[in-house]
Every structure is written in structure tokens, then in C-alpha cells.
């Protein structure tokens, strides 16, 4: 392990990291493993120079289970955690009583999180939109095209012609251009739920953000409730109504949504014909690739049909889908005693056979 160093996320969250002599893990070269905090460091007893163990976490992430000590030589050096922002300068705190995670609290103009928050809106978790990767999330803001997220949706080829990473040697538009021009379009009438997510509210994922979207129907309407008629939506919770409150309670987070919401982008949930709800009060986990499915569409499916997409296996937990090479998830249900099933069969489920 050549060094530990930190990344600031979307949310603020500092996460320190192992940077490493490149080796290969689960068929991919892997540099950085995932130290998760400085309590782990400590719990770890990792030191800068150590030998380490690393594995991929739910065989996607990896990370750092420990040092091999007798492989120590003497001039490891202990990490320290910074106080201060790398990225802004802020001095950085946990954001709650017995939160183990440290934050850099400036939200708003944090260099870091803003690129993070931005590459995320483009993502396949949130609106998908073609060409926002991590590099035109960058570039947009160094060339100061826009601020924040809310001036995304008013690019113009105007106003990205100002940053080379959006021209060519001679001066003329990229291709590039139209791609993300025609991807801000599209995502405009993408479902509220996504919209959702894309706004990075601190522990609002799909799940909780499809039960907001279905329960509420606007983003207005989740403004405007109280934290007591949130925890009770199914999905939602104590934890996440409270920082949906939070979310809300601050200024620029409100013109957010209403530059986004002048420019077209959808705040409501679109009218649906209700499906047959032929999955009602299952609880489903999916692990490995379908056929038919990428991880976002298996999960509308589950929740149009009135079943539950969970993140992890559990007692509660009715069936687990597997496809091609699947994941630890697979011997915790069958520790469990979950049954599982293939996608032929949870077609047969959605059917109603």
C-alpha cells in the first residue's frame, strides 16, 4: 500500500482509500480499495507501507481487510485524517451525533462535491444522460459554464462552444455537443423518481425515491409534507424523511428545482395505467446480469407490478433472482433458507402463473 489518500463525495462524505501497486483482483487490475473511515483505519491497524489484503466487497467494490503483519518492515507509517477540506478547505465534522463518517459541510460551492454531484446526474443510476461523464462534469464547471446543477438543463451550444472540452482543434463544435444537448433533452421527461435521485438527498436511493414518487406524486407535494407523513411511506422512514426535510429547508436546493422545473424537467409523477399487480407483497434481491433486464428496469418491474426491490438479502426477503455470475448474495440466501429463482421463473411470477 503506497499511500492513503481521501475523497470527498457527493454527499460531503470523506472516505479514505488505499492507493496501491496495481494488482489483480476478481479478473480486474485494481490501484484503489475502499478504506470506508477512520474508525476502520484504527479497527484495520493499517499503516501506509503495509502489505495488504484486499477483496472486492459484494464482489463489485474493493476494499482493504487488513494488513499482513508479519510482512512489516518497520517503516510503515500511520495515516492521519485530515481536518480540512483537500478540496475547499472547509473544516471537516461529523454531521450528527455518532456519525462515524466526517463531511465536508460546504455543499454548495465544495469543488469536489459539485463535480461528484454532477457526473452523478448523468449516471445510469440517476437520468442517464449521454457524454455528462466525469470529465464534461469537469469541464463545465472549471470553465464555469454553469455553477451548481441547477443551470445544467440551460447549456446551450453557446455557452459550451467556451470550453475546449467541447471543441475541436479548429474551433468548431464537437460531436459531443449534440450528444449532451439531445441526452438534457431526453432526460427532461425522465420518470420523478429519477429526478429524485438525481438531486443527491442524503440516503435517497431508487427505492425510497420510487415510494416518494408513487406515494406523493409531486416534488411539491414532498416539499410540503412533514417529516411524520414521510416516515410513514412505505420504504421512506425516519431516517430518510428527516434529511428529505433537511434537504428541502435550504435556499439553493429550492432553486434547484425551480430552474429545473422552468427549464422542463418533469416534478411530477407521470399518469400510469396500473399494472397487474401480480408481485404484490413479495420482497425481491437480484444478483449477477439478466438477459432481459439491466439492475434499474428488473427493479421498476418488480415496483409496477407491486413487489419490493431490496438492496440485500434477507429473512424477509421472498426470492432471490440470479442471473450470470452472481455474487455473495447467492450463498446468504442460501444460508437463509431464500429460495431462488432464475429469470424464467420470475417471468413466470410476473405473469401471474
Request: one cysteine or more.
Amino acid at each position: 500500500m503506497l499511500d492513503i489518500k481521501v475523497s470527498i463525495g457527493r454527499t460531503g462524505r470523506v472516505t479514505p482509500f488505499a492507493f496501491m501497486e496495481p494488482v489483480k483482483v476478481a479478473g480486474s487490475t485494481v490501484t484503489n480499495a475502499t478504506l470506508h473511515n477512520a474508525s476502520e483505519i484504527i479497527r484495520k491497524g493499517v499503516l501506509i507501507g503495509d502489505i495488504v489484503v484486499i477483496r472486492k466487497a459484494g464482489d463489485v467494490i474493493p476494499e482493504v481487510l487488513g494488513p499482513v503483519i508479519e510482512r512489516r518492515t518497520g517503516t510503515e507509517v500511520e495515516f492521519i485524517m485530515p481536518t480540512h477540506c483537500p478540496e475547499c478547505g472547509s473544516p471537516l465534522r461529523a454531521m450528527s451525533d455518532g456519525d462515524v463518517d466526517i463531511r465536508c459541510p460546504n455543499a454548495q460551492s465544495c469543488p469536489a462535491q459539485l463535480r461528484e454531484r454532477i457526473y452523478y446526474i448523468g449516471s445510469r443510476a440517476a437520468l442517464d444522460i449521454d457524454v455528462l461523464g466525469y470529465e464534461a462534469a469537469a469541464a463545465l464547471l472549471d470553465a464555469k459554464i454553469i455553477a451548481d446543477e441547477s443551470d445544467l438543463f440551460d447549456l446551450t451550444r453557446e455557452k459550451l462552444a467556451t470550453s475546449e472540452f467541447f471543441t475541436k482543434k479548429d474551433g468548431e463544435l464537437g460531436l459531443n455537443v449534440e450528444k449532451l444537448l439531445a441526452g438534457l433533452t431526453k432526460a427532461k421527461s425522465s420518470p420523478l423518481w429519477r429526478v429524485l435521485v438525481a438531486l443527491s438527498i442524503r440516503h435517497v436511493g431508487p427505492t425510497a425515491a420510487q415510494a416518494l414518487a408513487t406515494h406523493c406524486g409531486s416534488i411539491e407535494k414532498i416539499s410540503t409534507s412533514t417529516a411524520e407523513e414521510l416516515a410513514l411511506i412505505d420504504g421512506v422512514g425516519a431516517t430518510i424523511a428527516e434529511s428529505i426535510i433537511e434537504w428541502f429547508s435550504i435556499d439553493w436546493h429550492q432553486e434547484i428545482i425551480a430552474k429545473w422545473n422552468a427549464a422542463g424537467v418533469r416534478v411530477t409523477q407521470e399518469a400510469s395505467v396500473q399494472l397487474r399487480q401480480t408481485l404484490s407483497g413479495l420482497t425481491f434481491v437480484v444478483t449477477g446480469g439478466l438477459e432481459s433486464y439491466t439492475r434499474d428496469s428488473i427493479a421498476e418491474t418488480i415496483l409496477a407490478h407491486g413487489g419490493k426491490a431490496a438492496s440485500a438479502v434477507s429473512k424477509k426477503t421472498d426470492y432471490l433472482l440470479v442471473g450470470t455470475e452472481p455474487g455473495s448474495k447467492l450463498a446468504k440466501a442460501l444460508e437463509l433458507g431464500v429460495p431462488v429463482i432464475d429469470e424464467a421463473k420470475f417471468n413466470e411470477l410476473l405473469a401471474g402463473s
